[in-house]
């Protein structure tokens, strides 16, 4: 267990708590009229989202001084503890539905989303077992499968309620952990064919996925069904222009854009700040994943360099699906952007992980 720590990485402060405060500005702006208009009250949203994050940022200070060791001590509870919450979330009267998905269980008058905290949970202990049996990672049946096993195993759990964007993430993330653990790229050739057929077959099971790849493809097939989320979007994104209307200007969320405040704030945020906005937040998550990938190379021991990599490229997946969604480049998935998005589990989680990394940090060698 390392001993020796110093300061965290201060870039990554700054960095993640520039993404906090641009994320709860944006909240605000983007859900005013809809909270008005449902809860009479304009800062519904927003003030919830404040909770959320001194919540989260309590946690990520408290995470920042307990030695990253000590999740590779506990990754097999914490991983079982998600495991038991995925179930328990299935069950009607526990698990609450909101659009669709069985996703949440409800404490207080706030709820809970397991298959949240499920990615931080298996990143732990996949970092725990790669770092034990990297020797054995290429070896198909001692090394791949069972890194994989748990891992499938939590996406069915997932699938169920159904949650195909977190699903993805996760499984995206434990891909790229295992890779840069030493895998064959042939074995993971294999595993990709199989990947395929399981998504076609996933997306084939259900008529809502059909139109959801339909409706990217060419989403004025059906523009007031399965393609009015992503047209509007590309409505919010495009008068933006370069500069934008300004902060607080968007016409796009007055009841054109649903929900606009969760997976599509960043078409808002284009919207209002246009092109050089857009890409200032782009340079701040691009400026994150540098800082995490200096993290990991420096990490003195090969379980914290594998933590790392599995925060880092979490947070990364999770930027290019949600921005590759909101701009129409990939089909619409349901996934949140990092600290931005409305959402207390994500962005809990996500700094739950950001306090993990700067643990790491504490030690690395650069």
């Known amino acids: 267990m390392p001993t020796k720590r110093t300061t ?52 990520m200070f408290f995470i920042m001084n307990i030695n990253y060791w000590t999740w590779r ?6 991983l079982i503890t998600c495991f038991v919450l995925l179930i328990l979330v299935l069950i009607p009267g526990v698990g609450n539905v909101r659009n669709g998905s069985r996703s949440w269980i409800g404490v207080g ?23 034990e049996r990297q020797k054995l990672i290429t070896s198909f049946r001692q090394g791949l499968v069972p890194s994989l096993g748990l891992a499938f195993v939590a996406f069915a759990l997932i699938m169920l309620q159904p949650d195909l964007g977190t699903g ?12 840069i653990a030493g895998a064959r790229v042939g074995h993971f050739a294999l595993l990709g064919l199989v990947g395929v057929a399981g998504f076609v077959g996933l997306v ?40 934008g209307l300004g902060l607080g200007e968007s016409r796009q969320k007055f009841f054109y854009l649903p929900e606009p405040q969760t997976d599509f704030i960043f078409a808002i945020l284009s919207e209002e700040l246009g092109f050089i906005g857009g890409s200032f937040i782009i340079l701040l998550f691009a400026l994150l994943l540098w800082r995490g990938i200096r993290i990991a190379l420096g990490a003195p021991d090969l379980y914290g360099s594998f933590l790392a ?7 990364a997946i999770q930027v290019m699906i949600n921005i590759g969604v ?5 089909p619409v998935t349901g996934i949140t952007l990092p600290f931005l998005s409305y959402g207390g589990s994500s962005l809990t989680l996500m700094l739950m992980a950001i306090g993990v990394l700067l643990n790491i940090s504490r030690y690395s060698r650069y």
Do not use: H, N
């Not at 700054?14 to 009479?40: D, H, P, Q, R």
């Not at 001590?73 to 914490?78: A, G, L």
């Not at 993805?168 to 890779?179: A, D, L, P, R, Y």
């Open 326 to 330: 909101v701009t129409g480049l990939m």
């Open 168 to 179: 993805t993430v996760m499984i995206g993330t434990c891909v790229v952990m295992i890779f």
């Open 109 to 131: 008058a706030f709820s809970i989303q397991p298959s949240e905290f499920m990615k931080l949970a298996m990143i732990a202990f996949l970092a725990k077992f790669l770092s």
């Open 309 to 315: 990599v599995g925060i880092i490229s979490m947070v």
């Open 8 to 59: 965290p990485d201060f870039i990554l402060i700054i960095v993640t708590f520039t993404l906090l405060a641009v994320g709860l500005i944006m909240v605000y702006s983007a859900s005013a009229v809809w909270a008005e208009y449902k809860f009479e009250d304009s800062f519904f949203f927003a003030k919830r989202q404040t909770l959320f994050a001194g919540v989260g940022i309590a946690a």
């Open 73 to 78: 001590e506990w990754s097999k509870v914490i």
């Open 204 to 243: 084939a099971s259900a008529p809502y996925r059909m139109k959801r790849i339909t409706s990217f493809l060419d989403p004025w097939q059906d523009p007031l069904g399965s393609g009015f989320q992503i047209i509007q979007s590309l409505y919010a994104i495009g008068p933006g222009g370069l500069f």
